[in-house]
């Protein structure tokens, strides 16, 4: 079956700490993977993907196929980093964008 | 800025009532998609378009039904069938399938 996992609802941590939220995902073939991100009173936006290999406000994600994950890492967090953030699969099989249920980070001043 | 625009914000329906969402764009984009978001389930795709006048159920689709009969939009009716309408819809598109997609401001359905 086809699934994107992120095990953890809710992830908080003070300002400065590192950042890491998990996505393990669940797919037979080359997966195409995203980070999408939800500010407050703001519309859901594509955060990163990782064919990109970009680092987008201080944040990378790095596909470990060995271990089906594409966890979201940031150094040192930031207030304005608070948001919910989903991880996506695309599925060449179906044509679709499959979520996982999002995490809601929390950083504290 | 325009990109996606969804109408209205906030919609609540009667017993029976069916309702149209309305969702329109003008990034020239050819997929278009909506879904559910309820909390702790994430998004769950309801229908997609990936051409005009051609769209494919997704994993949430029994009481809804779309049309795409223009590029520009891609309309959603929640029907009396759906028995669990109240959730928060966002529709989306972008340039193909695996492109990124992106996102309007959602409507939020609620049952009087």
């Known amino acids: 079956a086809q699934r994107v996992t992120q095990p953890e609802k809710l992830l908080s941590v003070f300002k400065g700490a590192p950042v890491e939220l998990k996505c393990n995902y669940s797919?037979?073939?080359?997966?195409?993977l995203f980070w999408y991100v939800q500010y407050s009173r703001q519309r859901l936006q594509l955060l990163l993907r990782?064919?990109s290999r970009e680092s987008i406000k201080g944040f990378t994600a790095d596909l470990n196929k060995g271990e089906t994950s594409f966890h979201l890492k940031k150094p040192f967090a930031q207030e304005e980093d608070s948001a919910m953030y989903y991880c996506?699969?695309?599925?060449?099989?179906?044509?679709?964008?499959?979520f996982g249920q999002g995490t809601t980070l929390q950083v504290k001043p | 800025d325009g990109g996606i625009t969804q109408s209205p914000k906030y919609l609540f329906r009667k017993e029976g009532q069916n309702v149209t969402l309305s969702c329109e764009q003008n990034?020239?984009?050819?997929?278009m998609y909506w879904y559910r978001q309820d909390p702790g389930q994430g998004l769950r795709l309801i229908y997609y378009?990936?051409?005009?006048?051609?769209?494919q159920k997704g994993d949430i689709a029994e009481g809804y039904s779309v049309s795409r009969e223009k590029k520009e939009s891609f309309p959603l009716t929640v029907t009396s069938a759906q028995k669990n309408p109240t959730a928060f819809y966002l529709c989306?598109?972008?340039?193909?399938?695996?492109?990124?997609?992106?996102f309007g401001d959602g409507t939020r359905l609620s049952i009087l």
């Open positions: 797919y037979s073939g080359s997966p195409e």
């Open positions: 989306a598109s972008s340039m193909g399938e695996v492109q990124p997609q992106h």
């Open positions: 996506a699969l695309f599925s060449s099989n179906t044509g679709k964008l499959i």
């Open positions: 990034l020239n984009h050819d997929a």
């Open positions: 990782h064919i």
């Open positions: 378009s990936q051409i005009v006048n051609d769209f």
